[in-house]
């Protein structure tokens, strides 16, 4: 039976970033707009955290039962690793979706925003179908692609608009920013487990790329930022401290391009959530006080 702290470790604390970035960027937006309020960010910040850790709980439910997470280089797996049983992380999975989808549900009739239900029922079918399902997209190199669109793109516009009702350009270069780092946790994982994702037919978009155009990418992801990071800058002078959280990614990227592999790996996860987190609360910052 798994143990509280291997449960905590399932749930994959380190991609916490990629749910708390989009939201406190969005609020910045929003507060730019003279439209922030306190328990809409709550709201979008709780569907936010369930959603991510119950993609999370899914993904180690539909890996483990398939078998691709039994020689496995990172974090533990609680099913993988046989410390849980499989229908145990899957009531975890579904309990933190149903979190997510209620959560949303209140804010959607809280806000009168009703559109966004839509949305909503986009992102709980992206978190099962990831790994879930006969033909799981996360094995045919879309995850990258999701995570943009639904931790980047949807997470940020959708605070925003659920604030302030309304969406501008400084939102959707922050939906960019976001969505390329939080895209660079996914590749770097996937960079990571190529070997092992290969053997198992698990075709990533790392797997598909290969090692040094998956390293490229990552690079490339960063470069974006930093430009939109620019670009709001010039707009809003303050928005280039967030320069500052880009210095984060210096050792990050010297280890994706130096060839790293295996576990030397793992601490860019870290280092580009943690980074995208500072990100996020920088721009907020200086686009609150703009």
Request: glycine fraction near 10%.
């Given at each position: 039976?798994?143990?509280?702290?291997?449960?905590?470790?399932?749930?994959?604390?380190?991609?916490?970033?990629?749910?708390?970035?989009?939201?406190?960027?969005?609020?910045?937006?929003?507060?730019?707009?003279?439209?922030?309020?306190?328990?809409?960010?709550?709201?979008?910040?709780?569907?936010?955290?369930?959603?991510?850790?119950?993609?999370?709980?899914?993904?180690?439910?539909?890996?483990?039962?398939?078998?691709?997470?039994?020689?496995?280089?990172?974090?533990?797996?609680?099913?993988?690793?046989?410390?849980?049983?499989?229908?145990?992380?899957?009531?975890?999975?579904?309990?933190?979706?149903?979190?997510?989808?209620?959560?949303?549900?209140?804010?959607?009739?809280?806000?009168?925003?009703?559109?966004?239900?839509?949305?909503?029922?986009?992102?709980?079918?992206?978190?099962?179908?990831?790994?879930?399902?006969?033909?799981?997209?996360?094995?045919?190199?879309?995850?990258?692609?999701?995570?943009?669109?639904?931790?980047?793109?949807?997470?940020v516009l959708g605070t925003v608009y659920v604030q302030a009702g309304a969406v501008t350009w400084e939102a959707v270069a922050c939906a960019v920013a976001i969505g390329g780092l939080s895209s660079g946790v996914l590749v770097?994982?996937?960079?990571?487990?190529?070997?092992?994702?290969?053997?198992?037919?698990?075709?990533?978009?790392?797997?598909?790329?290969?090692?040094?155009?998956?390293?490229?990418?990552?690079?490339?992801?960063?470069?974006?930022?930093?430009?939109?990071?620019?670009?709001?800058?010039?707009?809003?002078p303050l928005a280039f401290i967030a320069l500052a959280a880009l210095l984060l990614l210096v050792k990050p990227v010297h280890t994706m391009v130096s060839g790293r592999t295996g576990l030397e790996l793992v601490p860019v996860?870290?280092?580009?959530?943690?980074?995208?987190?500072?990100?996020?609360?920088?721009?907020?910052?200086?686009?609150?006080?703009?």
């Amino acid at each position: 039976m798994a143990t509280v702290a291997e449960w905590i470790e399932g749930a994959r604390p380190r991609t916490l970033p990629n749910a708390l970035a989009p939201v406190i960027a969005g609020s910045g937006v929003a507060a730019q707009l003279d439209a922030f309020s306190w328990w809409r960010m709550l709201l979008a910040l709780l569907v936010a955290l369930s959603l991510i850790i119950g993609v999370n709980f899914a993904n180690d439910y539909s890996d483990g039962v398939r078998g691709t997470d039994a020689d496995r280089v990172g974090p533990l797996r609680l099913v993988g690793s046989g410390a849980a049983q499989p229908i145990q992380v899957l009531t975890a999975a579904v309990s933190c979706l149903g979190v997510a989808a209620v959560s949303g549900l209140v804010l959607v009739v809280a806000t009168g925003h009703w559109r966004l239900l839509l949305l909503g029922g986009m992102c709980l079918a992206a978190a099962w179908f990831y790994t879930g399902g006969r033909k799981p997209y996360g094995y045919s190199g879309f995850g990258e692609v999701a995570v943009f669109v639904f931790f980047g793109l949807a997470a940020v516009l959708g605070t925003v608009y659920v604030q302030a009702g309304a969406v501008t350009w400084e939102a959707v270069a922050c939906a960019v920013a976001i969505g390329g780092l939080s895209s660079g946790v996914l590749v770097a994982n996937n960079l990571r487990d190529i070997p092992t994702d290969a053997e198992s037919g698990k075709r990533t978009l790392a797997v598909l790329l290969g090692d040094r155009r998956t390293r490229l990418l990552y690079v490339a992801l960063v470069v974006v930022t930093a430009l939109l990071t620019v670009a709001l800058g010039l707009a809003h002078p303050l928005a280039f401290i967030a320069l500052a959280a880009l210095l984060l990614l210096v050792k990050p990227v010297h280890t994706m391009v130096s060839g790293r592999t295996g576990l030397e790996l793992v601490p860019v996860l870290r280092d580009t959530g943690l980074a995208m987190l500072a990100w996020s609360l920088l721009t907020a910052a200086a686009l609150t006080l703009a």
